[in-house]
């Protein structure tokens, strides 16, 4: 089981900056990738960035290449998305994944809000 908790979420001016942050823990082998998802009011869950964990690698949403970046600190299990330039378009629910390989299992974080006043 993977327990995974986000943080970071407010309230920013258009053009500001917010970091978030999410911990996890519990028993988790075998990472295939970790991310962030947001979800605005009435639409669907969409990537935002994810990070292929043995590789290293990033992959970003056009909408947000050139202003957030994704991180990891190994040390305290936590992922991390920079998020500077912020636009009134970004406000959503962000949510934390990983997608766990071998057995193929998804975990979701609780989500924090973000909004983003122009």
């Known amino acids: 089981q993977v327990q995974l908790v986000e943080s970071g979420g407010g309230v920013v001016q258009a053009g500001g900056s917010l970091r978030l942050s999410c911990t996890a823990s519990g028993s988790f082998f075998n990472i295939h990738t970790m991310g962030w998802y947001r979800q605005a009011p009435g639409k669907e869950r969409e990537l935002v960035a994810e990070l292929r964990w043995s590789a290293g690698t990033t992959n970003y949403a056009d909408y947000v290449k050139g202003r957030f970046t994704i991180s990891r600190d190994n040390a305290k299990n936590t992922l991390y998305l920079q998020m500077n330039n912020m636009k009134p378009e970004d406000t959503a629910v962000y949510y934390c994944?990983?997608?766990?390989?071998?057995?193929?299992?998804?975990?979701w974080g609780q989500g924090t809000q973000v909004t983003v006043s122009s």
């Open positions: 994944h990983t997608y766990l390989g071998g057995k193929g299992v998804d975990y």
